[in-house]
Antibody, heavy 121, light 107 residues
């Protein structure tokens, strides 16, 4: 059974940094692309970042480009999202999701339960 | 960037009725790259449909997807109580963007 467990969320001051982790199990992690999607309180889904199976190619939404970095450690079956220069607009639940293939295009087959990031003074 | 517009924003229906949800793209989207997700309150989204019309494993056959080009539809036949949720479409081929969602609520 596929299991995705996000961690690392919490309260951070504006301008601060956080690193989210997503521990994956139940599938061959190194064979699949992965994605971060966020959802602001009471709002819809926003695609944030994606990474290929081997980690060599990454993509970021314009809203986070230059501030967020997606990465992965296939030996630890873990996905990461380094978030810097955080602002109130980054307050959201962050979900990691498993792609349906190694690289684009892919749909999001499985989702974790999310971790809440709150940016506030 | 492709913009996906879902309508209606809210659909008020009773169990047993049919729900028809629309997803309209600002430019043509390959039907191979159109997905639908369901999200219940306090839960993560769940994949329902990919490739515009293929049901994900474990999804009940009362859910069906159709469409091509710029117009796509998710139909839920004979609504069950557990189907009242928010539904999102996504173009995962080009823009990876999501629609703003349609809420299916109890009438």
């Amino acid at each position: 059974e596929v299991h995705l467990l996000e961690s690392g969320g919490g309260l951070v001051q504006p301008g601060g940094s956080l690193r989210l982790s997503c521990a994956a199990s139940g599938f061959t992690f190194k064979n699949y692309a992965m994605t971060w999607v966020r959802q602001a309180p009471g709002k819809g889904l926003e695609w944030v970042s994606a990474i290929t199976d081997d980690g060599y190619s990454t993509w970021h939404a314009d809203s986070v480009k230059g501030r967020f970095t997606i990465s992965r450690d296939n030996s630890k079956t873990t996905l990461y999202l380094q978030m810097n220069s955080l602002g109130a607009e980054d307050t959201a639940i962050y979900y990691c999701a498993k792609g349906s293939s190694a690289s684009r295009p892919y749909y999001l087959e499985y989702w974790g339960q999310g971790t809440l990031v709150t940016v506030s003074a | 960037e492709v913009v996906l517009t879902q309508s209606p924003g809210t659909l008020s229906l009773s169990p047993g009725e049919r729900a028809t949800l629309s997803c309209r793209a600002s430019q043509s989207v390959s039907s191979k790259y159109l997905a639908w997700y369901q999200q219940k309150p306090g839960q993560a989204p769940r994949l329902l449909i990919y490739g515009a019309s293929s049901r994900a494993p474990g999804i009940a056959d009362r859910f069906s997807g159709s469409g091509s080009g710029t117009d796509f539809t998710l139909t839920i036949n004979r609504l069950e109580p557990e189907d009242f949720a928010v539904y999102y479409c996504q173009d995962f081929g080009t823009s990876r963007t999501f629609g703003q969602g349609t809420k299916v609520e109890f009438k």
